[in-house]
């Protein structure tokens, strides 16, 4: 009989001490699909070379990666139930939020959004585009950016006139045609943009500012904890990857998976990728004010009530 539990005590023994191992790997069993929604700008890449270098299938995860060329597809695509998560901002989550949609901020993107004068226009500052029409998505990161620039350079939005274009790759055709004297676009068309003859005037990283964010539903937080995990884990992978390879080795890639146009190839600017991180209260505190201040939200919303930041590794 001692000999019987001797055996049984050195069984669990075993079991425990395999249960000990190294806590970052990915948990065994089936995982549940994550559908994540992007936009045609640098913030999806990291997205992009984690399904292609089989980071995401490394974790045991599958993701389906939906394309959108406008914020407000994109949106009502994760509030109809068909994303899990998106590619998003700041802004996007406090209106999420306002109509009674639960969503979190679970990291900061990396995006860069740049106010781009057309080939046609003379003006080098802000204040040379007074009164002229400038392209923007409203209510959008877009929009909010462009207001930024105007404070910086004292203006206020009476003193242009906005030109409201949701969908991004129209927004860069009508500013590369001469039919707008500016607008605002993320990378990487705003590099398009400059590479077909437009200047910059001023940029979110110049302002340092970064509204840029990933988004997911409150429902998915906490029903996908273990997926969310294993996806920031190829997440990162992607950014070492993008960090430390040539541009060369990737960019025919982004052309055929991004949704980015040819032209990118030889024009496309992309940031210093940073691991995933948290916003800043900064941030978001800016965002919200400039909501309630154009009478956008009703409520004032703290980094508490925007963000969960339980998936940021310290």
């Given at each position: 009989?001692?000999?019987?539990?001797?055996?049984?005590?050195?069984?669990?023994?075993?079991?425990?001490?395999?249960?000990?191992?190294?806590?970052?790997?990915?948990?065994?069993?089936?995982?549940?699909?994550?559908?994540?929604?992007?936009?045609?700008?640098?913030?999806?890449?990291?997205?992009?070379i984690?399904?292609e270098?089989?980071?995401?299938?490394?974790?045991?995860?599958?993701?389906?990666?939906?394309?959108?060329?406008?914020a407000?597809?994109?949106?009502?695509?994760?509030?109809?139930?068909?994303?899990d998560?998106?590619?998003?901002?700041?802004?996007?989550?406090?209106?999420?939020k306002?109509?009674?949609?639960?969503?979190?901020?679970?990291?900061?993107?990396?995006?860069?959004?740049?106010?781009?004068?057309?080939?046609?226009?003379k003006?080098?500052?802000?204040?040379?585009?007074?009164?002229?029409?400038?392209?923007?998505s409203?209510?959008?990161?877009?929009?909010?950016?462009?207001?930024?620039?105007?404070?910086?350079?004292?203006?206020?939005e009476?003193?242009?006139?906005?030109?409201?274009?949701?969908?991004?790759?129209?927004?860069?055709?009508?500013?590369?045609?001469?039919?707008?004297?500016?607008?605002?676009?993320?990378?990487?068309?705003?590099?398009?943009?400059?590479?077909?003859?437009g200047?910059?005037?001023?940029?979110s990283?110049?302002?340092?500012?970064?509204?840029?964010?990933?988004?997911?539903?409150?429902?998915?937080?906490?029903?996908?904890?273990?997926?969310?995990?294993?996806?920031?884990?190829?997440?990162?992978?992607?950014?070492?990857?993008?960090?430390?390879e040539?541009?060369?080795?990737?960019?025919?890639?982004?052309?055929?998976?991004?949704g980015?146009?040819?032209?990118?190839?030889?024009?496309?600017?992309?940031?210093?990728?940073?691991?995933?991180?948290?916003?800043?209260?900064?941030?978001?505190?800016?965002?919200?004010?400039?909501?309630?201040?154009?009478?956008?939200?009703?409520?004032?919303?703290?980094?508490?009530?925007?963000?969960?930041?339980?998936?940021?590794?310290?």
């Amino acid at each position: 009989m001692k000999k019987i539990m001797a055996v049984i005590l050195m069984g669990m023994m075993i079991m425990m001490l395999g249960g000990c191992g190294n806590s970052s790997a990915p948990k065994t069993g089936k995982l549940q699909e994550l559908t994540i929604g992007t936009m045609p700008d640098v913030d999806s890449i990291p997205f992009i070379i984690a399904q292609e270098k089989g980071y995401f299938a490394q974790e045991g995860l599958t993701v389906q990666i939906k394309p959108f060329k406008s914020a407000m597809d994109r949106d009502s695509a994760l509030q109809s139930g068909n994303l899990d998560g998106a590619i998003s901002d700041m802004l996007a989550v406090a209106f999420a939020k306002e109509g009674g949609f639960n969503v979190k901020i679970t990291s900061l993107t990396n995006g860069s959004y740049k106010l781009i004068a057309s080939p046609n226009e003379k003006a080098e500052t802000m204040a040379d585009l007074a009164g002229k029409d400038i392209a923007v998505s409203k209510n959008t990161i877009i929009e909010y950016v462009t207001d930024k620039i105007l404070v910086e350079n004292k203006m206020n939005e009476e003193q242009i006139n906005k030109v409201v274009i949701p969908q991004i790759p129209t927004r860069l055709e009508m500013l590369s045609n001469g039919k707008l004297a500016a607008a605002t676009l993320p990378e990487p068309m705003a590099s398009i943009a400059m590479k077909n003859g437009g200047k910059l005037i001023n940029s979110s990283d110049k302002l340092g500012i970064n509204p840029g964010v990933l988004m997911f539903t409150t429902k998915s937080v906490h029903e996908k904890k273990a997926e969310l995990e294993a996806m920031y884990r190829a997440y990162n992978k992607a950014i070492d990857y993008l960090n430390n390879e040539p541009k060369e080795k990737y960019i025919d890639l982004l052309i055929e998976k991004g949704g980015f146009p040819p032209s990118v190839k030889d024009s496309l600017v992309l940031p210093t990728y940073k691991k995933a991180n948290k916003p800043t209260e900064t941030d978001i505190d800016s965002c919200i004010a400039w909501l309630k201040g154009k009478n956008l939200i009703k409520q004032m919303y703290s980094y508490q009530d925007l963000v969960d930041d339980t998936f940021i590794q310290d």
